[in-house]
């Protein structure tokens, strides 16, 4: 994904990868806007999931759609979201939290709390919803951790 990342945007996109391990990287200085919610990114702190927590058909069901794609983002990227819905549709393997990686989140989320003035927390899904667009990421299990994290800092979503 990284490696896309600088191809499209020059950069890393995230601000902080986290390992299924618990690790935690920097990938990109936190004093620069990442590339993660499209049209969103000012006063954002990224967080990716070294792992895929959807589950089968969520790219199809809240994914930007393909002619949404095809119609912002020229012929062969709408292509490219076709058969991402296509692979999704036959997927029978996801990722599920790692406890590690869980306890991880937590400890960086509360961190940034402490350095940051942060009010709202949440997935790829939300700020798109949030700024008129879609997403399917960061899946059902990656929403559940967002909402987990909320509850647990005491703030809002996007």
Not at 54 to 75: C, D, L, M, Q, T
Not at 117 to 140: N, Q
Request: with cysteine; proline share 3%; net charge positive.
């Amino acid at each position: 994904a990284e490696a896309v990342d600088l191809d499209a945007f020059g950069q890393a996109s995230y601000h902080y990868a986290i390992a299924c391990t618990g690790s935690v990287f920097e990938a990109l200085d936190i004093r620069f806007r990442g590339a993660h919610v499209e049209g969103g990114n000012t006063g954002v702190i990224g967080i990716v999931f070294l792992a895929d927590f959807s589950v089968r058909g969520e790219a199809g069901r809240y994914g930007p759609g393909v002619r949404n794609v095809a119609r912002k983002r020229g012929f062969v990227a709408g292509l490219r979201e076709w058969f991402g819905v296509q692979t999704d549709r036959l997927a029978t393997r996801h990722d599920e939290p790692a406890e590690p990686q869980l306890r991880a989140a937590e400890v960086l989320v509360e961190t940034l709390g402490d350095h940051f003035r942060i009010e709202r927390l949440g997935g790829h899904r939300e700020f798109a919803k949030a700024h008129g667009s879609s997403r399917a990421c960061p899946g059902v299990h990656g929403m559940a951790i967002a909402e987990q994290l909320r509850r647990r800092c005491g703030w809002s979503k996007p």
